[in-house]
C-alpha cells in the first residue's frame, strides 16, 4: 500500500514562532498533496492544494501568508505556520494521491500547541 | 460547493449490534472512499467504491455505492469495541481534491 508519513507527529512552540511539517510520499510519487485541518471531533477542513513545482492553491478563508505551502519535489510538501498563535493550535494531517480518481493516503497527523 | 453529508453524527451501540452509516450529496462522484480514523492519528482507507451500484465487503463491514453515485453506506455487522472510532466518507470528481463527509463517530461498548 501506499505510505505517505508526517513529521513531527507533534510540536508545541512558542506564540509568534514559525513551524514547519513535513509530508512525504515513501512508496509513490503524488504531483498533488493536500493539507487539512482538523478540531476536536470534527470532520478534516481541507487548506489547500499543493502541487508539484508551482503555488499551492488555497482554500476560501485560509490565509496564505499564514500557512506558507512548498512542493519542492513529488515526494515532500511541506506546511509553514508562520508567527504561530494560540488559535493556530490544531491537528494538522497532509495526504497524497497516487494519480486521478485513486484515494488518498495520510500522513499519522501533527499535533500543533501554541503557547 | 460539494457537500457530503453523513448520518449519524454519532451512535453509540453495544457489542455485538448491527449499524448503517450513511454519505449523502447532491452531486456526482466519479470515486468515493470510506476511512476511519482514531483519535491523534490519520485517516486510514478502508475502501473505494467507483461504480454506480456497487457493493464491497471487507470482513464485517459493507460498503455500497449508490446507482446515481450521489451516496453510499456502510454497514457493519456484529460490531465490536475494535471498531470504534470516526468514519469519514469522501468524494472524488476526477483529480480535484477529495470532498470529505460530516464524519461519524461510532462508539461500541463491550
Known amino acids: 500500500g501506499a505510505v505517505v508519513s508526517q513529521h513531527p507527529s507533534w510540536v508545541i512552540c512558542k506564540s509568534g514562532t514559525s513551524v514547519k511539517i513535513e509530508c512525504r510520499s515513501l512508496d509513490f510519487q503524488a504531483t498533488t498533496m493536500f493539507w487539512y485541518r482538523q478540531f476536536p471531533k470534527q470532520s478534516l477542513m481541507l487548506m489547500a492544494t499543493s502541487n508539484e513545482g508551482s503555488k499551492a492553491t488555497y482554500e476560501q478563508g485560509v490565509e496564505k501568508d499564514k500557512f506558507l505551502i512548498n512542493h519542492a519535489s513529488l515526494t515532500l510538501s511541506t506546511l509553514t505556520v508562520t508567527s504561530a498563535h494560540p488559535e493556530d493550535s490544531s491537528f494538522y494531517i497532509c495526504?497524497?494521491?497516487?494519480?486521478?480518481?485513486?484515494?488518498?493516503?495520510f500522513g499519522q497527523g501533527t499535533r500543533l500547541t501554541v503557547v | 460547493t460539494q457537500l457530503l453529508e453523513q448520518s449519524p453524527q454519532f451512535l453509540s451501540i453495544q457489542e455485538g449490534e448491527n449499524l448503517t452509516v450513511y454519505c449523502n450529496s447532491s452531486?456526482?462522484?466519479?470515486?468515493l472512499q470510506w476511512y476511519r480514523q482514531e483519535p491523534g492519528e490519520g485517516p486510514v482507507l478502508l475502501v473505494t467504491v467507483v461504480t454506480g451500484g456497487e457493493v464491497k465487503k471487507l470482513k464485517r463491514l459493507t460498503f455500497q455505492f449508490g446507482d446515481a453515485r450521489k451516496d453510499s453506506s456502510l454497514h457493519i455487522t456484529a460490531a465490536q469495541p475494535g471498531d470504534t472510532g470516526l468514519y469519514l466518507c469522501a468524494g472524488a470528481a476526477g483529480f480535484q481534491k477529495l470532498v470529505f463527509g460530516t464524519g461519524t463517530r461510532l462508539l461500541v461498548s463491550p
Open positions: 452531486s456526482v462522484f466519479s470515486s
Open positions: 495526504s497524497a494521491r497516487r494519480g486521478a480518481d485513486s484515494a488518498a493516503f
